[in-house]
Structures are given as C-alpha cells and as structure tokens.
C-alpha cells in the first residue's frame, strides 16, 4: 500500500465517516480491525488517502460516499439508540423505515425517553452536531415525581457533576405541578449521559417521563410518534453549511419535483389545483364572463327574466 504522503485525496477515516459507516474515531478503530479493503488490499492503518477513483469496501460490501443528509425522527420509548443489542432488545435502527439509507444517531436518546433524535448519513456532520463547543441547545419537557419550586430548581445553573466532570448550565423551568408530579422545561447544551435526569435528582425529583422538544434549531413539532422527516437540503446548507461542507442539491428541470409527481396544492397546466376537473365539467368549456357585485363580492344569477323569450308563463 502507498503511504497517505504519496497520494491525494481524504483520509479514509474521513471518507468512510463521510459515507455514514462511523464516526472518524471509530472508523479508524475499524480499520486497524482490518475490516476495511481499498482496491481489493485490507487497509490496517488509517494513515491513508483515498479518492473517489479508488474502489472501496466495509465488511467486503462497497462504499459509496453521499452527500450529507439530515432526518428528524420521534423516537418512541421502548427503544435502544443502538445498531445492534446483544441482549436482543428492540433498536431504533430495526424500526426505520426501510427506504432509508444507513444512518446513525447524533447524540442518543435512553431506552424510556422519547421525542425528537436527528438522524444522518454523515459522521462527520454526527460528530459536529454533537460536540459541545458547536454549542446546540437540546430542550427537553420532563415529567418528575416529588415536589419542587423554582427557587430550588435555579440552583442547577450552576451545573452539576456527572463522573467527575462538571457540566455546563442547566436552565430548568417550573411549568406547573400536577399533584405529586412537576412537569419542568429543561435546556442543556452539553448532553452528557442521563443528564436531564440526574441534575433533577439532584433537586429531589425521579423522572418518569422525558420527551426531547428540540436539538439545535430542528424541532420535534407535531412529528407523529415512530414518523421521519428529512431537512431539504437548502434548510441543512443555510443552518449547518457553517460546519462541514455540504454540496447544493441538483437542479430540477421544468415541472419535476423530488416525489416524481405533482404535489398537493400545486396547479397543473389548466390552472387546477387538484390536477384535474369538477365531475361533471366540460373540458372544453369556458369560464362565463361574468362581474362579481363590488359591494357583496357574489356574481348574479343567470337566470332569465321573466319577460325574456323562452320563459314560462
């Protein structure tokens, strides 16, 4: 194999993270596995380049590098954040939709919670979503068993410890108190494992229930339970183009959308919004040239006066 300083082109870590199999760091961990085969050679070490001009294979399968995409997904409860499970339990993976390429997670959402966890084909976008300097807020509307006034939930501005390691501020807002169980506002920026749910531990509260609202500037919305919605790719260049390099989409030609057909709403050549015509209706007939009533906005009646001829007696 030529050393990385003889060719041109990207690091394969990045390539393959590009293609959505891993993140950079564990894609070279995959190669130094020896999972990974560039022009029929196993590749042991990640300190190689590669282009497109070069054939290359995960686990003996090819690897075609797309251009980054985004999902939104409402995860249910129920479900690990994970490919594969030894102990067998259902994944978010295994329930996707089927017509979707292979994506990973950013960030994870735990078995019992639910709400929005954003999908994509790209590591390096994963990775870039998810580092706490890149500074996305994740909102969060909690559930909480016990008792708890604002005053004491201000106290987790200051952040907490979680394995040694200090958080970031914790913004935590009292919304209302249903009896034994206060339902709480939270934003972090950080992510840190099960960190709504310790900080309110902290303060007294067991959370029971956790749904995530929102992730940077993606919203969960009215995103039904188990759904996926990808970003355009225009709204993903505007919001994230800042952080990794992603390509504009295709153009189009005249008349042709993404779906193939023509979307609801859209009029057709003969001005229909439906794409079609009244039952009953000509299609060769014309609009009568009739003046709408400037006053009520409603058109007259056609009907014959009595005098006129062809009128019954």
Do not use: C
């Amino acid at each position: 194999m030529q050393n990385k300083n003889d060719r041109n082109g990207e690091r394969i870590a990045k390539y393959l993270a590009r293609a959505g199999i891993a993140s950079r760091r564990d894609a070279e961990k995959l190669v130094e596995a020896g999972r990974v085969k560039v022009n029929g050679k196993v590749l042991t070490s990640p300190a190689f380049n590669v282009t497109d001009r070069d054939k290359i294979e995960f686990d003996d399968k090819p690897v075609a590098k797309d251009p980054p995409r985004l999902w939104r997904y409402h995860k249910p409860t129920g479900l690990l954040t994970t490919h594969k499970d030894p102990e067998g339990r259902p994944t978010v993976f295994e329930n996707l939709p089927k017509d979707l390429p292979r994506v990973m997670s950013v960030g994870r959402l735990d078995m019992n919670s639910e709400g929005l966890l954003l999908l994509t084909n790209d590591g390096d976008l994963a990775r870039a979503l998810e580092l706490p300097k890149t500074g996305f807020l994740r909102r969060y509307r909690a559930r909480a068993y016990g008792k708890v006034d604002q005053a004491t939930l201000d106290k987790l501005k200051d952040g907490i410890i979680i394995d040694g390691i200090p958080t970031g501020s914790i913004e935590a807002t009292l919304e209302r108190q249903q009896r034994d169980n206060a339902w709480i506002l939270v934003a972090i920026r950080e992510g840190k494992n099960r960190e709504v749910r310790r900080a309110l531990e902290t303060v007294g509260l067991k959370v029971n229930r956790l749904i995530r609202l929102s992730y940077g500037p993606y919203q969960l919305a009215q995103l039904e339970r188990g759904a996926v919605e990808e970003v355009k790719t225009r709204v993903l260049r505007d919001q994230l183009g800042h952080l990794i390099d992603i390509p504009e989409a295709p153009k189009l030609k005249t008349g042709q959308n993404t779906s193939g057909h023509n979307k609801p709403g859209n009029k057709n050549k003969r001005g229909s919004k439906s794409g079609g015509f009244r039952k009953g209706a000509s299609k060769s007939a014309k609009p009568a040239n009739r003046k709408s009533d400037p006053k009520s906005g409603t058109v007259p009646s056609r009907r014959r006066k009595p005098n006129q001829r062809g009128s019954r007696k």
